[in-house]
T-cell receptor, first 113, second 114 residues
Framework: DQQVKQNSPSLSVQEGRISILNCDYTNSMFDYFLWYKKYPAEGPTFLISISSIKDKNEDGRFTVFLNKSAKHLSLHIVPSQPGDSAVYFC????????????FGKGTKLTVNP | DARVTQTPRHKVTEMGQEVTMRCQPILGHNTVFWYRQTMMQGLELLAYFRNRAPLDDSGMPKDRFSAEMPDATLATLKIQPSEPRDSAVYFCASVLSHLNTEAFFGQGTRLTVV
């Protein structure tokens, strides 16, 4: 039973365009959500997070949107750059982030020059 | 430069052998996670500890896997006996467990069981 779902295994976009990565969750107890980026042969690195009390969080080119009623979040990257090519994992936690992190299966983003 | 350190980075072993993976969490972090990455399952949580006490190990095959924290600076994940289906990348992550903080991951141990 997957509590965090990333339904698109891969996404390909052109440099300079917007990348939109999607994530759905089923557990209504989740109240803290994170995106991690992973390059080959490296560990995942934190990208951006959002608490359930917000519906948007922005950090430079990266914006995360949270729709609690739909149990859906998305990561927008604008403009996309070739260096953004990586696997992106969505993760969720309860109790403000103090509980275990549950990850989706990841979406491989390829940004073409 | 605070980071999570995992050893070894790569391990090739024969089926039936014992494998021990080690993790040094970031100093001061009180929560440690063990994850396994496979193509099919993504990042699966195997076990996690807070203040060295195991909180959840429901993701681990109990008959062959064990996880411990002998002290605050060392977490271990042991597989005995190892099987080919255990081949994966194993990640350790640590976090200072309070509101709105992110977990930091090590570079992983790539395990191949032949």
């Amino acid at each position: 039973d997957q509590q965090v779902k990333q339904n698109s295994p891969s996404l390909s976009v052109q440099e300079g365009r917007i990348s939109i990565l999607n994530c759905d969750y089923t557990n209504s107890m989740f109240d803290y959500f994170l995106w991690y980026k992973k390059y080959p042969a490296e560990g995942p690195t934190f990208l951006i997070s959002i608490s359930s009390i917000k519906d948007k969080n922005e950090d430079g080119r990266f914006t995360v949107f949270l729709n609690k009623s739909a149990k859906h979040l998305s990561l927008h990257i604008v403009p996309s750059q070739p260096g953004d090519s990586a696997v992106y994992f969505c993760a969720a936690s309860g109790k403000g982030g103090s509980e275990k992190l549950v990850f989706g299966k990841g979406t491989k983003l390829t940004v073409n020059p | 430069d605070a980071r999570v350190t995992q050893t070894p980075r790569h391990k090739v072993t024969e089926m039936g052998q014992e494998v021990t993976m080690r993790c040094q969490p970031i100093l001061g972090h009180n929560t440690v996670f063990w994850y396994r990455q496979t193509m099919m399952q993504g990042l699966e949580l195997l076990a996690y500890f807070r203040n060295r006490a195991p909180l959840d190990d429901s993701g681990m095959p109990k008959d062959r896997f064990s996880a411990e924290m002998p002290d605050a600076t060392l977490a271990t994940l042991k597989i005995q006996p190892s099987e080919p289906r255990d081949s994966a990348v194993y990640f350790c992550a640590s976090v200072l467990s309070h509101l709105n903080t992110e977990a930091f991951f090590g570079q992983g141990t790539r395990l191949t069981v032949v």
